[in-house]
């Protein structure tokens, strides 16, 4: 996005010379300049840029280019530069994921992305899962742990950022953020406790901006750090940032978002309403459930493709590598291949008569092998169990059901949906036909489902490059209405119904073949 008077949030401003006639102080003098150009009544100048104020603008001719930032209408001065310096003023994104962190370095002037770099969070040294860490934190200098491995982690990238391209930390001057409330708050170094015990109260819901300074961060001292809010314990500002990215929040035709990672997060709705939830229907997809499981990387199975005549499989890995586990959006397309070719029941239940010589039986436990021991990169089988199937089953009948209740709460059906974005790494991947065969994503067109890629980022990005994203965002989460699931009986009610291939009512999924009825409705036990 290319930066103008209008949009960006870097203004180049001339002064009136100093004189016996106008002998007003300097700071006084720049922010009666930022004021004009800013239309505003309010600027603040951080005490870092007062130190050096007098001798810069005395060395640059009293032109100064300025890095401004909006907090709740109020305007800060986060950095002021030569306006003929060459090298660009820098912003950073940052999507703060509880498994990978990804940093992306913006050009202020142009919008321009110059680099982007991702690594896993150092925190699951700590705990793979959010619930871990937070128990962590209640131990003598947990927290403060868990805060110094994710802040020295984002220094030490962001200085190896800058050195691809011929920066330093302290040309970054303004850093967006967006995670869940949990990682927001161990970036922030606040107390976790009761984000996980009734009635699950966050320190704070809106951080605003904050210091780099303060937090540890380390980039121009003045920098300033805009940290996304969130809906309470389980709606993150990594969701906002992704309605943001997405556009749904200012489009009239109404829209459907979701991102599943370790729950699944949802929001539904328009540029006049949003209505969001979080249910449970993620833990099947992450990589510890199933005994091949592993993150989307090299090597990982991710499409898979099976003969519904001669039962061969066709597998592909990412990278083209050999097989060497399985990603949750491979686990979806493994799974609604086995029921189009028979192999598993409308239970999710694995076909004997079917499954021939890969099935096999191993300490009491079903199982059926999907890449065999050599071929796979591990030199053993790789199998998927029944129990895997089963938590599989019951995740994407959370989902369906999450899906459901949403609609059902403005009188709509899933079906109804023209718009479905498909946010994060699973929707990077995931393949929607394979997911409407199982009955976790609702039979409609293809052409409705769009995939958003990694959407945190993708808000976090475009608030660096433009001024009206701010307020938007605050439009956003006050918004929201949010739907509790844990005390919906709808959403019980409906659950069980969800817990078959595609579903109990065959009607919802009419383009699902199933071999196993000849397409005539099930009648399920």
Known sequence: MKNDKYKGWVKTVSLALPSLQDNTSDADRLARALKKELKTDFIKIDLEILRHLPNFLRKWDFTARCVVFKNHGQWILAGICDPRETTPPAGMAADLGTTRIVLRLINLLSGKILAESSFDNPQI????????????????KGLEKLNHLIVGSINRNIEDLCKTCNLKPEHVYLISIAGNTAMTHFLMGLDTHWLIREPYIPVINSPGLIKAKAMGIKVNPAAQVMIFPNIGSYFGGDLISGILFSGMNQSEETAILIDVGTNAEVVFGNSNWLIACAGAAGPALESGVTRMGMMAGPGAIDRVAIDP?????????????PPKGICGSGLIDLVAQLFLSGLIDIRGKLVLETCGSRFLKKSGNARLI????????????????QADIDSLIKAKAAMYTILETITASVGMAPQDIKIFYIAGTFGSFINPGSAVSIGMLPDISAESYKTLGNSSLGGATMVLNCCDCIDEIDAIRNRITYLELNVNQEFMNRLSAAEFIPHTDTRLFRSVKNPGTEDQALVCP
């Open 125 to 140: 040294s700590i705990g793979q899962d959010i619930l871990t860490r937070v128990h962590f934190a209640d131990t003598d």
């Open 309 to 321: 005549v001669t039962r061969k499989f066709q597998i592909h890995a990412i990278g083209n590598m």
């Open 370 to 385: 999907v890449v065999p021991a050599e071929k796979s990169a591990t030199g053993k089988d790789l199998t998927i169990s």
